[in-house]
């Protein structure tokens, strides 16, 4: 399968680095940028790291070993300078554009244990393998490799490598690679949209096969990767173990479960969207249909002596397969805060596609109002409109299918003013408007 290359963004890349004379050294041998070409002058402080191309989506990593002074008192100074160049098309660009871009720390007399940044540290102990491989290499011995490598199992163990050396260890356990490769690829790698990828090269090494089905025993193969580096199934090494694994019970379990659950979910939605199809569910509610004052009477210390009204309360069900239960009706009726009667109600049902009216005759004496209440009357029978507030719940049930039975409170709040002295009738919009929700 042919494996399209990524594009070039940049062409040319270059990194220079400089020391900041006074507060910090550089050399160019403790700049740490695999095998991309450096140059520098140690004696002035500066080096520079020429990448060559950049593509699309790739990162690039320098390690700069910088000796710093010694400092007797904490103060915040740029201890590196940095400066990129490439060309676009022929141009040459400039990062920073007009000046050396400044790494700044904050010094102090003495450093602190835990103060090294995990990635540096990582970058740190890739190095080390790297010069594990190259000891390897001079050698040519590929049992001191892995010997070597695995004087660093405890380091593996007790923090989490980078990718790249994760997968090197598993290809050394699986099958001797050759030395000269691992080399390579530890010292030069490049990262493209967070997978490791070693540059361009041409490598032969064998793989093996499947045992095919009867415990026939595979046989090894060769296999040529080239071309940009960009074929990661090419070597085990980039691309994870070559060895072909056999899907276990757990593997075919799992899949049978996530089917099961998929279709579950599926009959699920195709059955309640069905069922809201077919019924239409609606939630029963209370309505107030009439509303009376027919006597107020009130003293000047505060106290409604007296006070009759007549509510009229419906109880509406619009479903029109299921009939619904009201129960635990419980509604005050007050004026500014204090309530002058309770409306309750029985359990009660009612039939589907119809209503039942609730009629409340209500007798209240002897209420009496605080200063703010007795204000609020004065100011409404001068006014001729007398406001009061009726909240409450009731709890609701109705079934929805064969197996769906549904349970909610409906609650209302809404105020009512009535013409009085006057015909004593509620006012049309809050008769209308006054429903539980």
Known sequence: MPVTKPLVAVQDLNLTVWQQPGHSTIEAEEVYAGSYRKVGDSAAGWVTVSFGDLFSGEARKVLVRVLLPAVHNEHRVAVLLARCSYRVRGETFYC???????????????ASPGAMNAEVEQELERIIYVDKIDEAIATGDYDSAHRKLGEHQKVLEARPPNRMIRRLWEELAEAPPQPQDLGSALRHPAVVQGVARPPARRALRPRR????????????????TGGGGTDVGGLGLWGGSRECRSSGWWAWA?????????IAVILAGAAVFAVYTLFKPKMPYLAVSDARLGLLQYDQGGTIQSLQMSITIRAENNNSRADATFSRVDLALGFHGVDVALLRAEPF?????SSLPLRYNVVSVGRTLDAEGMQAMDAALKASVVPFDLLGKARTRWKVGVFVRLRYWTRIWCRLRLFFPGNGTVVPTDRDRCRSR
């Not at 920073?96 to 003495?110: E, G, Y």
């Not at 096969?209 to 040529?224: K, S």
């Not at 049902?349 to 596609?353: G, I, P, S």
């Open 96 to 110: 920073p554009r007009d000046h050396r871009m400044r790494c700044f720390m904050r010094r102090a007399r003495s």
């Open 209 to 224: 096969a499947c045992a095919g089905a009867g415990g026939r025993t595979g046989r090894d193969e060769e296999e040529t």
């Open 254 to 262: 799992t899949v049978i479960l996530c089917t099961v659950l998929a």
């Open 349 to 353: 049902v009612v039939a589907r596609e």
